[in-house]
């Protein structure tokens, strides 16, 4: 797996990445496979000591959405229509997650994406599917964010 080329040099200037606390560790062009890990902060979680289903959907579309950011080399972000997902176990505060988001099928009007949580043991936390539409990938400067 290779980071060169296709985590953008400003995703984690970020909010959201921030927040999740996401790193990017790889691509595979063989599977279509991006790997992201993440720590679970205090700010994303419930007083059941684990992480809020919402911000579950957060991850999922990270590493999905960077699954097709890598696929197109950087040029192209999912914009998505539909994402369903399924919560296995509660992922509990200070976690570290590991992320794995897979381009299925892209084409030029629809992306079909999945994704999914494990934790390091590889024990499955939740996972997910996506209908997207294809975009140019936006930058902080074409959105006016920064």
Request: negative net charge; aromatic residues 8%.
């Amino acid at each position: 797996m290779s980071e060169a080329g296709f985590y953008p040099d400003d995703a984690g200037q970020s909010p959201h990445t921030a927040l999740l606390g996401s790193q990017f560790l790889g691509w595979d062009d063989a599977t279509q496979t991006a790997t992201m890990r993440f720590t679970v902060k205090r700010e994303v979680c419930t007083w059941r000591g684990g992480v809020q289903g919402g911000l579950i959907a957060g991850y999922l579309d990270d590493v999905m959405g960077y699954a097709f950011v890598a696929a197109t080399g950087g040029a192209m972000a999912p914009l998505n229509l539909e994402i369903s997902m399924t919560l296995i176990r509660l992922i509990p505060e200070g976690a570290t997650i590991i992320g794995k988001g897979r381009v299925v099928k892209a084409g030029r009007r629809v992306v079909f994406l999945e994704g999914e949580l494990l934790a390091e043991d590889g024990t499955i936390y939740a996972r997910s599917t996506s209908t997207a539409i294809p975009t140019p990938r936006p930058t902080p400067t074409s959105t006016g964010m920064v």
